[in-house]
């Protein structure tokens, strides 16, 4: 059964702080690892990593994965309180052909 | 671009009814959509992959005859919750897959309160 867990559960940092979640996933039949970022309605798309050890980055925010390791992290630096929301990882099977595989999510806070 | 939409956003409805969601790729076309629930402080969970002009694919423990699910065109997959029952009270959330990008991009969700 393919699994992904994301650590920690739930993280309370002041803005400015830097943070760092993590994805560790055992998806058989392994394509790419996807991190949502979800606030009050649906997720919405953050990164799609297929290659490990190549860093994606959109402003503050950055992504690499370890296919050896089958660990991905997402950094977020010089948060600020729109940062708060639940992070979402997700392993993906068939190239957008299957259905996802997510995680529990990690809840970011970021006090003022 | 990868713009997905649901609708209604809430919807209210008696023990016994039927509720029909719809969701719509309004820039491209996705051949494959997919139909997630979640319950609250929970994470995703999928319930069925739907394809254009064929029968759904659905999960371990999702009842078909419950949750119907058409995809008649390139644009539109619906899911209807028939006979909903307070238990199927949660948040429905859609997904188109983008082909070119390879990855699914998702609807604004619609929450389903049964009373």
């Known amino acids: 059964e393919d699994k992904v867990v994301q650590s920690p559960l739930s993280l309370v940092v002041h803005e400015g702080d830097t943070v760092t979640l993590n994805c560790s996933y055992e998806?058989?039949?392994?394509?790419?690892l996807l991190w949502y970022k979800q606030e009050k309605k649906a997720p919405t798309f953050l990164f799609m990593l297929t290659s490990s050890g190549i860093e994606k980055k959109s402003g503050r925010l950055s992504s690499i994965l370890d296919k050896k390791e089958l660990f991905s992290i997402l950094n977020i630096t010089a948060t600020q309180t729109g940062d708060s929301a639940v992070y979402l990882c997700a392993g993906d099977t068939g190239g957008g052909a299957d259905g996802l595989t997510f995680g529990k999510g990690t809840h970011l806070i970021i006090q003022p | 671009g990868a713009v997905v939409s649901q609708h209604p956003s809430w919807v209210i409805c008696k023990s016994g009814t039927s509720v029909k969601i719809e969701c719509r790729s309004l820039d491209f076309q996705a051949t494959t959509m997919f139909w997630y629930r979640q319950f609250p402080k929970q994470s995703l969970m999928l319930m069925a992959t739907?394809?254009?002009?064929?029968?759904?694919?659905?999960e371990q423990g999702v009842e078909k005859d419950k949750f119907l699910i058409n995809h008649a065109s390139l644009t539109l997959s619906t899911l209807t919750v028939t006979s909903a029952h307070p238990e199927d009270s949660s948040f429905y959330i859609c997904?188109?897959?983008?082909?070119?990008?390879?990855?699914?991009?998702f609807g604004p969700g619609t929450r389903l309160l049964v009373l």
């Open positions: 998806v058989t039949n392994f394509r790419s």
């Open positions: 739907s394809n254009e002009g064929s029968k759904a694919t659905y």
């Open positions: 997904s188109a897959s983008f082909p070119a990008k390879g990855a699914q991009y």
